[in-house]
């Protein structure tokens, strides 16, 4: 198996699981092996990205939208489920992230981070956390108009101090 191929399927995947109505304060490492601390409340409403290795395709164009419209407003992160890699293969794992992404990408090697988030296999998954860390917003799909937009408003309340949680459309 090529690792190229496993960095790919890794990339944004995330476990199956009910989302919390509020994260745990976390620490993770990215692929350049930098500690990225998460301590709510946080002075920044976030944008955090998980999608499998298929939806992974739908998440720049997200990205791309919502940093144009916010710029450093917000902070935008990606979490990868990188649990089902056996911890002698962690360093050459980090080095095909590295050599893959310009951008840092937390990789959860233990699996507890991205098993707080609900999400939809195939498709990019986009959630808003509000300061305190409470999932305010997310949407599951390609970065429509109107998804964009969906999310952008989540974002907006959630700026200005509202604190309604709005669930994932089925």
Same mark, same amino acid.
């Given at each position: 198996?090529?690792?190229?191929?496993?960095?790919?399927?890794?990339?944004h995947?995330?476990?199956?699981?009910?989302p919390?109505?509020?994260l745990?304060?976390f620490?993770?490492t990215?692929?350049?092996? %930098?500690?990225?601390s998460?301590?709510?409340?946080?002075? %920044?409403?976030?944008?955090m990205?998980?999608?499998?290795?298929?939806g992974?395709?739908q998440?720049a164009p997200w990205?791309?939208?919502?940093? &144009?419209?916010?710029? &450093?407003?917000?902070?935008i992160?990606?979490v990868? &489920?990188?649990?089902m890699?056996?911890k002698?293969f962690? &360093?050459?794992?980090?080095?095909?992230f590295?050599?893959?992404?310009?951008?840092?990408v937390?990789?959860?090697?233990?699996?507890?981070?991205v %098993?707080?988030?609900?999400?939809?296999?195939?498709?990019?998954?986009v959630y808003?956390?509000?300061?305190c860390g409470?999932?305010?917003k997310?949407?599951?799909?390609?970065a429509s108009d109107?998804?964009?937009?969906?999310?952008?408003?989540g974002?907006?309340?959630?700026i200005?101090?509202?604190?309604?949680?709005? %669930?994932?459309?089925?």
């Amino acid at each position: 198996m090529k690792l190229p191929f496993l960095a790919l399927v890794a990339l944004h995947s995330a476990a199956l699981a009910a989302p919390v109505e509020k994260l745990s304060d976390f620490e993770l490492t990215d692929q350049n092996a %930098k500690t990225r601390s998460y301590r709510f409340p946080k002075t %920044k409403v976030t944008v955090m990205t998980v999608a499998d290795h298929k939806g992974s395709d739908q998440l720049a164009p997200w990205i791309q939208r919502l940093h &144009n419209r916010y710029e &450093n407003r917000i902070d935008i992160d990606g979490v990868a &489920n990188v649990s089902m890699i056996p911890k002698p293969f962690h &360093n050459l794992f980090r080095e095909a992230f590295r050599r893959q992404l310009t951008y840092s990408v937390m990789l959860d090697w233990e699996g507890s981070l991205v %098993k707080q988030f609900d999400h939809v296999k195939g498709v990019a998954n986009v959630y808003v956390i509000d300061r305190c860390g409470r999932i305010v917003k997310w949407m599951s799909g390609p970065a429509s108009d109107e998804a964009v937009q969906d999310v952008s408003e989540g974002i907006d309340r959630a700026i200005g101090g509202a604190t309604a949680v709005s %669930k994932r459309p089925d």
